[in-house]
């Protein structure tokens, strides 16, 4: 699958759109893969790029997550969510990613103090910052530890509810509040870090 990533849309598909998507999913209309493919991809794509910050990764792993799709889709039951799901595939792969790398990220997160940084270069994200401000927000989120990124990112971006964002992070209701309740905390004291002092999130933390 070689298709692009546009821009985000600001308005999501409805939940019974889903449902009915799902349904024609499972009973094998390829129709309905596109429909899904063209409003999940540039918001599933942002999510990736957003929790990895690696471009290159996170075209793999939705690549990945577009597999399972299509794995999964004579298996749906009727009122499956769809857009928790996909975004519960698409953070455990990046997760197993994380594990499988965790060794070599140590070593690499000992070795970041005593060598310096290259820069990679804009980030989409960054290349389409309308202001200041949203640059900064796109540095400050860049700065938390992932498990704290993908909380943001559903709330903020994608509107979740609770309890969707509690099943797509595979954790209780009360966790998920103490979780995203830190993470805003977090978010706000790096907005208040001069620009250029902030912090680089540690690559060993995958904890979920």
């Not at 250029?196 to 690559?203: A, N």
């Amino acid at each position: 699958m070689s298709r692009g990533h546009g821009a985000a849309r600001c308005v999501h598909m409805d939940r019974e759109t889903e449902f009915a998507l799902v349904r024609r999913l499972a009973g094998g209309d390829t129709a309905a893969f596109d429909a899904i493919y063209d409003e999940f991809r540039a918001r599933l794509y942002s999510f990736l790029v957003r929790l990895s910050r690696r471009r290159d990764l996170a075209e793999d792993l939705l690549e990945e997550t577009w597999l399972r799709l299509v794995e999964h889709a004579g298996r749906f039951k009727p009122g499956v969510p769809l857009g928790p799901w996909l975004y519960t595939v698409a953070r455990n792969l990046y997760f197993s990613y994380c594990r499988s790398r965790a060794i070599e990220d140590e070593r690499v997160a000992g070795l970041m103090g005593l060598w310096p940084v290259v820069a990679q270069g804009p980030s989409p994200f960054e290349e389409a910052s309308a202001s200041e401000l949203e640059a900064r927000l796109e540095r400050a989120l860049a700065a938390l530890a992932p498990r704290y990124r993908e909380v943001l990112q559903l709330s903020l971006i994608e509107e979740m509810t609770p309890a969707e964002m509690a099943q797509v992070c595979g954790v209780t209701p009360e966790t998920l509040r103490q979780r995203l309740s830190r993470a805003r905390a977090m978010l706000v004291r790096q907005l208040e870090i001069p620009a250029g002092r902030e912090k680089r999130p540690l690559m060993r933390e995958v904890a979920i």
